[in-house]
């Protein structure tokens, strides 16, 4: 990471780059992966998991395909020794967005699953099931009981019912906005 800062010139956050951040925060993990039991990055990072991650959706020519529909605000990382590039102990990511509540569809009704990606039918604004969304699900295994919301992140320039974005839950804390990726 520490060559590639000096040709790609922006900053670094927790193994993502300023440049493209928010289709970055589309890494797919797959089968297999995991969560390690201490703290390595925000869960928005892929380097808060172990395993391969796939980032398909961030390679150059398929980044014009895709409109944003999210926007960063904010984002902060705090490493340990102060650098861009140290061990990180915390970080945010604050976003623009349009959260939509959803429950874990059941087995039956997904359309796709490979390695953790979901596509399942979406409604918004009165128009049910007119959207799917790709699902990021980070770990096969994860717990997806309770409330769990969908984060749109971006749009699909031609085929524009197709959504990608992330799934969330409220962090444990209860703090209001606050979230993780599951």
């Known amino acids: 990471a520490s060559r590639l800062k000096e040709h ?16 970055q925060l589309l890494w797919d993990m797959g089968i297999g ?3 390690p039991q201490t703290y390595r990055a925000p869960s928005w990072s892929w380097a808060s998991t172990i395993g391969q991650v796939s980032l398909n959706l961030i390679q150059p020519e398929k980044l014009q395909e895709y409109r944003p529909v999210a926007a960063i605000l904010d984002v902060s990382v705090t490493t340990i020794d102060g650098t861009e590039m140290g ?14 509540p959803a429950t874990p569809p059941p087995p039956e009704t997904l359309l796709e699953r ?7 039918p979406v409604g918004l604004r009165g128009h049910p099931a007119s959207y799917s969304t790709s699902i990021y ?9 309770g409330t769990l919301y969908l984060l749109p992140i971006s749009l699909h320039r031609e085929r524009g019912s197709l959504l990608h974005g992330l ?16």
């Open 167 to 182: 799934v969330l839950k409220r962090t444990t804390s209860h703090t209001r906005g606050q979230f993780r990726r599951v």
């Open 137 to 145: 699900k980070d770990i096969q295994d994860e717990d997806l009981t």
């Open 114 to 120: 490979q390695s953790g990606k979901w596509l399942v």
């Open 8 to 23: 790609i010139r922006c900053r670094y956050f927790a193994g993502l780059w300023e440049h493209n951040l928010l289709k």
């Open 87 to 100: 061990s990180v102990i915390g970080g945010h990511i604050r976003l623009k967005a349009r959260l939509i």
């Open 33 to 35: 992966g995991e969560r």
